[in-house]
């Protein structure tokens, strides 16, 4: 166990060293503008990974934590993760700064009150993207932008929104396997 220890701490030791050389400001905690709007609250977390034109996202969201637009009482949550891959000019010193495409993965469980049934209806899906976009710091102030696209299953809400992705759901047809997304977060980088 001893030894176990002193590995993590050296593997620690040495992550750590690698991000304070090559790396200012490499983490960042961001909320999704306007997500309140829309009947959640959504926070996440991005790290820069060292040496390396890529971070890791995971987001967390509380459905019913804001205003809801369709008025069914939506509770529950949603988780996402998401690897951005950074392409273009990148730079050391804005680790988190950029282009990136990112594929995702999207867990989105809730409750509801269906206007269909009229009961307490759960909905649950899984959302797998693939999105484009563009990452931007001001010192220590982030503003991020995507949109994307992808395959989803599981259990729809009659509505198609998932607090995460939308439902195909234009020109007068419904496909419950396309997921779409685009969102704003605005961020703290330290």
Excluded at 102 to 115: G, K
Excluded at 146 to 169: E, I, K, R
Aim: contains cysteine.
């Amino acid at each position: 166990m001893k030894k176990i220890g002193l590995f993590l701490w050296a593997l620690m030791l040495t992550t750590t060293t690698l991000y304070s050389q090559e790396k200012t400001n490499p983490n960042a905690v961001k909320i999704t503008f306007l997500s309140w709007g829309s009947g959640s609250t959504k926070v996440s977390y991005e790290r820069a990974l060292p040496t390396i034109q890529q971070s890791a996202e995971i987001c967390a969201s509380l459905i019913g934590a804001g205003y809801d637009k369709y008025h069914n009482n939506p509770l529950g949550f949603t988780l996402r993760y998401g690897h951005k891959f950074f392409v273009g000019n990148y730079s050391a010193e804005r680790p988190l700064d950029g282009f990136y495409l990112r594929p995702e993965a999207i867990y989105s469980n809730y409750t509801y009150d269906s206007a269909t049934t009229h009961e307490r209806t759960r909905a649950e899906m899984l959302a797998l993207l693939a999105t484009a976009g563009y990452q931007y710091t001001f010192g220590r102030f982030l503003v991020d932008g995507w949109v994307g696209g992808g395959y989803a299953l599981g259990t729809p809400a009659d509505t198609g929104y998932h607090h995460g992705f939308q439902l195909w759901n234009w020109f007068g047809t419904r496909n419950d396997n396309i997921a779409l997304s685009f969102s704003i977060r605005l961020g703290w980088c330290f």
